[in-house]
């Protein structure tokens, strides 16, 4: 499985964008990169998934380049109810195993 | 459509005691995982079924711990004889086999051993 390496924490200010970063390196081809949110006393949320380039929902966006080595969870206008941790998982539908996650912290 | 649910919600047992934990996952979701949050710590896979069959157990700490999908539908988790390390949140997901990639979470299921 591919070991994902994130920042441990980020602080934002609200209506700011936020960019969070993952690193895979060592991705398999195999592999696809979703991102949970998880809010203190509840189980993690997915936010988005996606294999390459670039994917957008409703809540954010996921930049992958080429390489796949990485990738990027963009929160546009965060609030003060985006605070959470941010999860970053590498693996197929049958096993994706959790790191240790970015806590950020939006601030008014 | 119903989500996934734990029972309980919260249990607080003694050393040497046993707690049963129990996961009801989406209809129809023939996967289904447990993973674990000790304070602190970041969310570790325990195991993970298909249908009833365990596919991958790699992540279950010990014998203590027993897990069982009887009929592919719900799952439970037992902790026997449970110790203080166990303590901590078991949270329990499910997914399609075929399909979006997504697992579903449950709320978890907070275990104090005292």
Not at chain 1, 65 to 75: E, G, M
Not at chain 2, 58 to 87: C, H, I, W
Request: proline share 5%; with cysteine.
């Amino acid at each position: 499985l591919a070991k994902t390496t994130q920042p441990i924490s980020m602080d934002s200010y609200e209506g700011q964008e936020v960019n969070i970063t993952c690193s895979h390196n060592n991705i398999a081809t195999n592999d696809y990169i979703t991102w949970y949110q998880q809010f203190p006393s509840q189980g993690p949320r997915f936010i988005i998934q996606g294999y390459k380039t670039k994917v957008t929902n409703e809540v954010a966006s996921l930049f992958i380049p080429a390489d796949r080595k990485s990738s990027t969870l963009s929160l546009p206008r965060v609030s003060l109810s985006d605070t959470a941790v941010y999860y970053c998982l590498v693996g197929d539908n049958n096993d994706m195993r959790f790191g240790a996650g970015t806590r950020l912290t939006v601030k008014p | 459509e119903a989500g996934v649910t734990q029972f309980p919600s919260h249990s607080v047992i003694e050393k040497g005691q046993t707690v049963t934990l129990r996961c009801d996952p989406i209809s129809g979701h023939d996967n289904l995982y447990w993973y674990r949050r000790v304070m602190g710590k970041e969310i570790k896979f325990l195991l993970h079924f298909v249908k009833e069959s365990k596919q991958d157990e790699s992540g279950m700490p010990n014998n203590r711990f027993l897990a069982e999908r009887t009929g592919g539908t719900y799952s439970t988790l037992k902790v026997q004889p449970a110790e203080l390390e166990d303590s901590g949140v078991y949270f329990c997901a499910s997914s399609q086999l075929q399909g979006p990639h997504e697992q579903y979470f449950g709320p978890g299921t907070r275990l104090t051993v005292t």
